[in-house]
């Protein structure tokens, strides 16, 4: 399916679902997970732990609470405590995804899942998470975004992504 690669802040973006770069804990911390904890309110994080602890690759869904959204996927990309691995990365997209799509949603915005905090290197993440989005067969899902949010992150994806597609 086709994707674009925008630029910002996750909890700023309007879409049905946002994704949370998770650990398999669930409990959200800072990077993506603290923007969002930040702009939804307290029941975020209390019902993302709630639905957790979950297999590295798996996701869970939740309200959105405060977010311009309708749920959150919180994709869990690396262990807790631990560091991302091109595996978990592919499944944590694929499981995204598909969730997405079992909700019925349209539109959907991404980070990185497993770079930044989880050690996997953007490059060859983004490559993982381009390739599954652009093979993904979606049924609801239209409007997918991969988001960055400094311009160094973006002009990587950028590339990666008109690499893939």
Known sequence: MDFRV???????????VLVNAANTSLRMGSGVAGALKRAAGSGLP??????GPVDLGAVAATDAYDLDAEWVIHAAAMPAGGQA??????????????????LDAESLVMPALGCGIAGFDLDD???I????IAGFDPVSLRDVAL???SDEDYEVLQRVAASVE
């Open 129 to 132: 998470i381009a390739e599954e």
């Open 147 to 149: 988001i960055a949010y």
């Open 125 to 127: 993440g983004g490559r």
């Open 6 to 16: 925008i630029q910002g802040d996750i909890a700023a973006q309007s879409a049905d």
């Open 85 to 102: 691995t091109a595996e978990s990365i592919r499944e944590a997209t694929r499981n995204t995804l598909q969730t997405a799509d079992e």
């Open 46 to 51: 209390k019902e993302a732990v709630a639905k």
